[in-house]
């Protein structure tokens, strides 16, 4: 209905918290990561009579939930995930968020929670980033002056940081206590920062170079005319048990592969490119199509694919297609692979070094153990966008 009231971040109430929570130090990072939020949380009300409630800038706190709530029954949640960095001239930036605001209205529009203008929801986000990250993300100061561009860029070791970027996890649950399998009729809307590692620097076994152990034919992730391209909890619980599996056995994640013919789509919950030579001699760099929605459109997919349509079309093709594990195996067998890597949030862009494939475990080239040439120069630019090395639309800087 037009009556109902739409999501307006310039209505926002602030309470600052009371009870300040402590910054982990650098070296309990490993340990305090992904479980360590901010001082904050924005949340906001939604109910199907009323549409959107003035949203709340409150302290990080636990969430009300009756046991009958839609989402603790029927999956009624969606997410998304984006990193908070602070630059090297010690601004805040954010990577591209009106993608991720966009994508979460698709997500949440799948599972039947309430629309809302994601342009609103960016700005909700900033003024969280705004209000926590000074504390969270401080600037590096040398004798009380923040240090100049191009000094400082390797912020590990700073006292007091969280890291040099904060995870930030807006999220939508179904919350009306209802058992019925129904439409839902109330939502809430939060938005949190959280501490984590950088994953993207090994494999979370340890070595250099993501195992990947590809998925058998029995182990669906996502299928046409589901929900793989939507950020919803249905979309990760059930890989859980496969993720498990294979990090006892070694493996850093699950390769997932689709259909008898072992179609190849994501690697854990990240995007999956391979770089090899033609049997022409044609240079490509391949992932797997987002037309069929088995496969997230992840932000750093999108922006991986543009920086090498744009600087690489000369050196190399990029091809979105539907491929299969057996082409994988075949490039390496006749030494036309070149390297693989995932894209994605949380592990950024992070090589591949093996993939177990059918009993047979397939090497890929990892130049000097650091990834491939191009994954590496990929990376770089992305992280010079990130941190304000280059300046780029793709950035969004955050005022404090």
């Known amino acids: 209905s037009s009556s109902l009231a739409e999501l307006d971040a310039s209505l926002l109430h ?16 490993e340990t305090a990561a992904q479980k360590k939020c901010t001082d904050h949380m924005i949340t906001c009300s939604w109910t199907s009579s009323t549409g959107w409630q003035t949203p709340q800038l409150v302290p990080f706190g636990p969430l009300s939930l009756m046991p009958n709530a839609s989402c603790l029954h029927y999956a009624t949640t969606c997410f998304e995930g984006l990193k908070l ?9 954010l990577f591209r968020p009106q993608l991720n605001c966009a994508r979460m209205l698709r997500s949440s529009a799948r599972i039947a929670l309430p629309a809302f203008p994601p342009a609103q929801l960016l700005r909700l986000i900033v003024k969280l980033c705004a209000a926590d990250a000074p504390k969270w993300l401080p600037r590096r100061r040398r004798e009380g002056a923040v240090e100049e561009e191009g000094e400082g860029e390797d912020d590990e070791g700073e006292e007091g940081a969280a ?65 793989g391209y939507a950020k919803v909890g249905a979309n990760y619980g059930p890989t859980l048990v496969a993720q498990g599996e294979a990090r006892e056995r070694g493996y850093d994640q699950v390769l997932w592969l689709f259909g008898e013919n072992g179609v190849v789509t994501e690697a854990g919950a990240s995007n999956f490119f391979v770089v090899w030579r033609t049997r022409e001699g044609r240079t490509q760099l391949v992932t797997a199509p987002v037309e069929e929605k088995i496969i997230l459109d992840g932000v750093t997919r999108r922006s991986v694919i543009e920086l090498a349509r744009e600087r690489c079309s000369g050196e190399c093709e990029v091809v979105e297609r539907t491929f299969e594990m057996r082409e994988v195996a075949e490039a390496v067998q006749e030494g036309r692979i070149l390297e693989a890597f995932t894209a994605g949030t949380a592990v950024f862009i992070a090589p591949v070094a093996e993939i177990h494939f059918r009993g047979v475990d397939l090497h890929i080239p990892m130049g000097r153990g650091e990834g491939g040439l191009f994954a590496l120069q990929i990376r770089t630019w992305l992280e010079d966008i990130m941190c304000g090395k280059t300046e780029h639309p793709w950035s969004l800087v955050v005022e404090e």
């Open 14 to 29: 602030t309470t600052p918290t009371t009870a300040p929570r402590s910054v982990p130090s650098p070296d309990s990072l």
């Open 163 to 227: 890291g040099r970027f904060l995870y930030v996890r807006p999220a939508m649950i179904a919350n009306d206590a209802s058992l019925g399998v129904q439409k839902p009729n109330e939502a809430l809307l939060f938005v949190l920062l959280s501490c984590f590692p950088d994953l993207s620097r090994s494999g979370v076994t340890g070595r250099p170079g993501l195992r990947l152990l590809a998925s058998r034919e029995e182990a669906v992730r996502a299928w046409p005319g589901g929900f």
């Open 85 to 93: 960095h602070r630059g090297v001239d010690g601004r805040l930036r």
